[in-house]
């Protein structure tokens, strides 16, 4: 019967190939949205976490990553966590609060999400570079740091990692490097030094010039901070909610997990990719399957005349769409493959072929292949052995 | 004698539009085993329709079909379907190979749907049946690297290669010259006399006819003669 399967796909060489891309394509589409989510997730979360400060201070209400109103978060509280506040001649109605005990180093960050290139999108930090250097194992590579941005030449300075500068052009058109003008939320900015490790944004400004392109207000979008010792961060937290109730106060470590979180609409989007490519594959095979059966009614009535049961008959057509289904499935996998690379390669886009998409997609292309095949196969099966044996 | 085939007041009626189109109006016939019996008559007298009902291909309107001691008259679709696959054997006139095929896999394909469990290694009734029909040269070749006759001799065995009690053969020699269609009838006589086996075969051909045992006439969906033949 395998060999009957076989020979049917070699004896029709372009319906075989057009079955395969079918399947293939839902393949490619699911394995690469998926890989290409959880590849931007993974580095963004990845990103966020790499940093020493061990917790993150943020606006109450619900905890968001990525925000349109970036800046909500009082910028002093940086300074409110390491010295404490006292009531002064300005304010005199403030409540004191002590310095929060455990805290080394606290930094105000100012995130944003720009559109970027022709696909995709990236965040912005706006930092303050002395305090960023006290909370993180932030080094220049090439150039200088940032200023506070109070000055016109140091407000329009960024700095760049490694990964940004080597995957993106200038305003130049040639690949970035110390000295090169970028665009940054619609301004141009020069790149005044290349930093590593990764961490948070690639692209970073002074936090006072995203503050002024916001409105002015001294703030940020969360603070990081760094403990003592590691042994201290649960302290720390529980004295940062009994002192400034009301906020989110996080450990780091919990950065990825909450990203994954954030992302219902990726999700949403990927439920509808995982549904059309289903509806591809079966509706592929559907049709591949329907004709070769109505070229194939008399071999059909053949089957029949030599005593093939019903059951036998939808199984002979159900392995050979079996056989096509993982053909293009493993197809759809060398060109997801090979669409990894290119992406890759020519966009910053991140693509992480897991084994979780892999299985989704495999069962996806084998299921589909074989639901589209079982309307066909009945069909077949339930053809007058007469009638199909003097079909011409 | 014991009969293979027992026909008794069989009718078939086709409904064609509005039209009743009485195909057999009451076959009684006995085919015993190991007998050759021809089936002879015009076009439209009902022996295709005959051939088709004695498979179990098509269910009679009324009267009683029996196939070597099993009553086939009260079976359903999946019981004729069993009882084809373990008793009949299918000659067409157009050969009706897989042409994907090749002349092996057209046998092994028939001895895979008759038993799950036979492996494809050369089984004793295939090796007799290619020697006795002269096809172990062309096992590998598929059929339209064949001449109609070698196209033929493989679906005569295909049809016997699993024993079955019953050949139906439906014009066999009717699409080959005469060359070809003495070399099968020839063969089929051969499996006849050689393996006891026993065939129903329609023919136009008196010649064809006059290789049979006995030949039955048929006019307007009724047998008119049925005689055996004297051989000189």
Redesign the interface.
């Given at each position: 019967?395998d060999?009957?399967s076989l020979?049917?796909l070699?004896?029709r060489p372009l319906r075989t190939a057009v079955s395969m891309a079918g399947v293939s394509l839902g393949v490619v589409l699911v394995t690469l949205m998926g890989g290409l989510t959880r590849g931007m997730t993974r580095d963004a979360a990845n990103r966020q976490s790499n940093v020493d400060a061990e917790i993150r201070f943020l606006p109450g209400g619900p905890i968001s990553i990525t925000t349109s109103n970036p800046l909500m978060l009082s910028a002093r509280y940086a300074d409110a966590l390491l010295h404490g506040i006292q009531p002064t001649p300005d304010n005199p109605a403030v409540e004191a609060r002590p310095p929060v005990a455990g805290v080394m180093a606290a930094t105000p960050v100012g995130q944003y999400l720009q559109a970027a290139g022709a696909i995709g999108f990236e965040l912005v930090d706006g930092v303050d570079f002395q305090s960023l250097k006290d909370t993180s194992r932030i080094r220049i590579i090439k150039g200088h740091g940032l200023g506070d941005g109070s000055d016109e030449q140091s407000a329009h300075e960024a700095i760049v990692d490694k990964y940004y500068a080597e995957k993106n052009v200038g305003l130049d058109n040639h690949p970035v490097r110390v000295g090169s003008s970028i665009k940054v939320l619609d301004q141009t900015f020069t790149v005044a030094g290349i930093y590593d490790p990764p961490m948070l944004a690639r692209v970073k400004i002074p936090l006072k010039t995203m503050q002024e392109l916001f409105g002015g207000a001294d703030n940020c979008s969360f603070v990081m901070i760094k403990v003592e010792k590691p042994e201290m961060i649960k302290q720390v937290i529980d004295t940062l909610n009994e002192y400034y109730p009301g906020n989110n106060v996080i450990p780091t470590s919990e950065i990825p997990a909450l990203y994954s979180q954030n992302l219902f609409a990726v999700d949403v989007l990927l439920d509808v990719v995982v549904g059309l490519a289903s509806v591809i594959s079966t509706l592929v095979i559907l049709l591949g399957m329907y004709t070769t059966i109505t070229e194939r009614t008399?071999?059909i009535?053949?089957?029949?005349?030599?005593?093939?049961?019903?059951r036998?008959i939808v199984s002979i057509i159900e392995r050979e769409a079996a056989l096509i289904s993982l053909l293009g499935v493993i197809l759809g996998f060398v060109l997801s493959v090979i669409g990894r690379y290119s992406i890759q390669s020519s966009t910053r886009l991140i693509v992480d072929l897991d084994l979780k998409w892999i299985l989704i997609a495999a069962t996806i292309g084998m299921l589909g292949g074989l639901l589209g095949a079982f309307y066909p196969a009945v069909r077949a099966a339930n053809l007058d052995?007469?009638e199909a044996?003097s079909y011409e | 004698m014991q009969a293979i085939l027992e026909t008794i007041d069989l009718k078939m009626t086709y409904r064609v539009g509005k039209v009743d189109v009485h195909a057999l109006r009451g076959i009684t016939l006995t085919v015993n085993r190991g007998e050759y019996i021809a089936i002879m008559g015009p076009s439209g007298c009902g022996k295709s329709t005959l051939l088709h009902v004695a498979g179990g291909m098509l269910t009679p309107t009324s009267g009683r079909l029996i196939i070597d001691g099993e009553d086939v008259t009260a079976m359903t679709d999946a019981q004729r379907t069993e009882m084809r696959r373990r008793k009949i054997g299918f000659v067409f006139q157009r050969f009706n190979l897989f042409p994907t095929l090749t002349a092996e896999g057209n046998l092994k394909l028939a001895e895979r749907i008759y038993s799950k469990h036979r492996n494809g290694a050369e089984s004793e009734a295939r090796r007799r049946i290619l020697k006795l029909l002269k096809l172990e040269e062309k096992m590998h070749h598929k059929p339209l690297e064949l001449s109609g006759g070698e196209q033929q001799r493989v679906a005569i065995a295909r049809a016997v290669v699993n024993q079955p009690a019953l050949i139906l053969a439906d014009e066999p020699t009717g699409n080959l010259d005469s060359e070809n269609s003495k070399v099968v009838l020839d063969m089929l006589r051969g499996l006849n006399e050689e393996l006891g086996q026993t065939i129903v075969m329609i023919t136009h051909n008196p010649e064809a006819a006059g290789r049979a045992d006995r030949v039955v006439e048929m006019r307007d969906g009724l047998i008119v003669s049925n005689d055996a033949l004297v051989r000189g």
């Open positions: 019967m060999s009957l020979a049917n070699r004896q008399r071999e009535g053949i089957l029949k005349s030599l005593g093939a049961s019903k036998l052995p007469v044996l | -």
